[in-house]
């Protein structure tokens, strides 16, 4: 849990106080591979910190999964939508390799940020990141070609071609199995 403390430390010193609370807040969840952690359909609940493991989160467009992220080790995953709308979500969030969680309940986030005021900063920092993180992702899907948006990928992730499987790759970048395939066989 240390490395998470560090982490949002390091956006904003944490009292001991602060501290203490999320310390007894947060859960830990060992999930092996294969797991769907979110389901589309329910009600997200739960925020997580992934500190050792992959997952990604995916929909079905007409019967096909499509890949819309993949979370890696120090990054914060959830049904976005859901999580923070209260409402049905519909996202999946699949744990591609055994993982280690660190977790915390709306209900007890958002208990964090009323007594603690000064970490609702913490939490815009965060939200900030991670919109835009979606932002260039889709100025990426828009404007530039799927060779680009691949080597984009593997430039920002260079480990992912080992963690993920091809066919996630692929939707994730709006490009077909084959599409990707000649990409990877010019380079």
């Keep these: 849990m240390e490395k998470l403390l560090l982490i949002l430390g390091q956006l904003m010193p944490l009292s001991t106080e602060l501290r203490e609370d999320l310390i007894a807040k947060i859960f830990i969840r060992k999930v092996k591979k294969g ?5 589309e359909g329910k009600i997200c609940h739960q925020l997580f910190f992934i500190k050792k493991g992959f997952l990604r989160g995916f929909h079905y467009q007409n019967g096909k999964e499509i890949t819309s992220w ?5 990054d ?4 976005t939508h859901s999580f923070f709308s209260q409402k049905t979500g519909y996202e999946n969030v699949e744990v591609i390799e055994d993982s280690i969680l ?6 007890d986030l958002n208990k964090v940020y009323y007594r603690h005021p000064e970490f ?10 991670y919109y835009l993180d979606v932002l260039e992702r889709t100025l990426c899907l828009q404007f530039q070609t799927a060779k680009q948006s691949y080597e984009q990928l593997i430039a920002t992730h260079p480990q992912i071609l080992k963690r993920a499987y091809l066919g996630h790759i692929a939707s994730y970048l709006g490009i077909s199995q084959e599409t990707l395939s000649r990409i990877r066989a010019k380079k």
């Design 120 to 129: 609702n900063y913490v939490g815009r920092l965060l939200t900030e990141k």
């Design 102 to 107: 660190y977790g915390i309940t709306y209900e």
């Design 76 to 79: 914060f995953a959830t049904s």
């Design 70 to 74: 993949f979370g890696f080790e120090n």
């Design 35 to 39: 797991v769907i952690l979110i389901s």
